[in-house]
Each structure stands twice: as C-alpha cells, then as structure tokens.
C-alpha cells in the first residue's frame, strides 16, 4: 500500500497557537518524510524533513514528531502566525528514491489574527 | 525562488490537442521529476530522469511522454487532450535522486477547453 493518509483537511487556528497536522502510511519500505508547505498559485516548498532513526526535528518554530512503531508521524506549527496560512502537504519515499514522493491530501490551514 | 524554472506559467488548448511542457532544474541537479496536481487526485508522480535517462514512472498515462536532453532541461509532452488533463503541472529537481531534497518550480497550469 502506497497512500500516506493526511489529516485534518483543513485546520482554523488563532495566531500563537499550536497547528497539528497528522499523517500515516504503510509502506515500511519508506525512510524518507518531508513536510511542504504551498501558496495559492506557487509551487510547494521544502519545509523540514526526517528519516526513521529519529523520533523528533526541530526548525525554528516546526516540529516532525514521528512514531516508527505506529507508521505515523506529524508536523507541530509553534505560535501560528496568518503568514503561516498555507496548504501543507506530508509526503513519504522510499530509500534510494527519495525525489519519488507520495503525497498525502493536504491540509489547508488558516491562522486568524 | 526555488531556481527551478518552468515555462509556459499558463497554458489554454482545446481537446484532442497536443502541448509540450519545459523545465529547466536547478544548476547542478542532475535528477528532474514531474509531477500533476489535481482537485480529485492530488499530487502525484509521473515520470523521473536522471542525466537523461528515464529512471522511475508512476501514475502516468500513455499519452503522455518526457525527456531530458543533454543540457539537463526537461519536456513533458501531453498528447490527445481530454478535459481531466487540466491540472497543474510541476517540475522538481534535486542533485541526485538518492539521497537530496526535490525543490519544485511554480508549475504550468494546464486548461483543457
């Protein structure tokens, strides 16, 4: 099974709070995780990424929690901010392929000032 | 600015028609992906190169083909139009297809009339 499982769809948070976007996949075969991000009319955008033998990243005011037992792993967004409002795609590859990414659905989030 | 550049931005053809997409990867990346964005389908991979040779297919159709050419520049051709082609259209690269992030460029917009 290919799919990476994205959720929530969409997401309301007000500014300086905590976004949670989850995913989940099945391929034990992926090693590679990306989250990104996309505006109306752009391309999406490398946001951070992580591999397996990690159970958290940290950039700035982005977490990746990931939880190899349970196939799933999670963006945490810190002090949301209305330029944070975006499209956010979780992605998955498989090791030695990891420009050949399966998406998940996306999750349209707005922060309201 | 993600350095990978696509061209045309929008593009407007009627059914049964035959359109060709350019992208141009960032300086030094050798890996070129393309990749379909649609309401129904979301993102999906069709088709990666590397230093011009097909390397991986996914979910693309028979109508559609690619290449890249010596000078690293990618085309995707588009073949027999039908209304369901209309999507976005985008092109990533990365420095390898094994172990680098994909950047994407700002797509082409594809309108099947």
């Known amino acids: 099974q290919q799919q990476v499982k994205q959720s929530p769809q969409s997401l309301i948070v007000q500014k300086g709070g905590i976004s949670i976007i989850n995913c989940a996949y099945e391929n034990t075969a992926f090693d590679y995780f990306p989250w990104y991000q996309q505006f109306p009319g752009k391309g999406p955008a490398l946001l951070i990424a992580?591999?397996?033998?990690?159970s958290e990243k940290k950039e700035g005011r982005f977490t990746i929690s990931f939880n190899k037992s349970a196939k799933q792993f999670s963006l945490h967004i810190m002090d949301s901010q209305p330029g944070d409002s975006a499209t956010y795609f979780c992605?998955?590859?498989?090791?030695?392929?990891?420009?050949?990414?399966?998406f998940g659905k996306g999750t349209k989030l707005s922060v309201k000032p | 600015d993600s350095g990978v550049t696509q061209t045309p931005k929008h593009l407007i053809t009627a059914t049964g028609q035959r359109v060709t997409l350019r992208c141009s990867p960032r300086?030094?990346?050798?890996?070129v992906y393309w990749y379909q964005q649609s309401l129904d389908q979301g993102l999906q991979f069709l088709i990666q190169?590397?230093?011009?040779?097909?390397?991986a297919k996914g979910n693309i159709l028979e109508r559609f083909s690619a290449q890249q050419f010596p000078d690293l520049h990618s085309e995707l051709n588009l073949s027999s139009l039908e209304l369901g082609d209309s999507a976005l259209y985008f092109c990533?690269?990365?420095?390898?297809?094994?172990?680098?992030?994909?950047?994407f460029g700002q797509g082409t917009r594809l309108t099947v009339v």
């Open positions: 992605a998955a590859s498989e090791r030695g392929s990891q420009g050949n990414l399966i």
């Open positions: 190169y590397y230093n011009g040779e097909e390397r």
């Open positions: 992580i591999r397996p033998d990690v």
């Open positions: 990533a690269s990365s420095v390898d297809p094994t172990h680098t992030e994909a950047f």
């Open positions: 300086s030094g990346d050798l890996s």
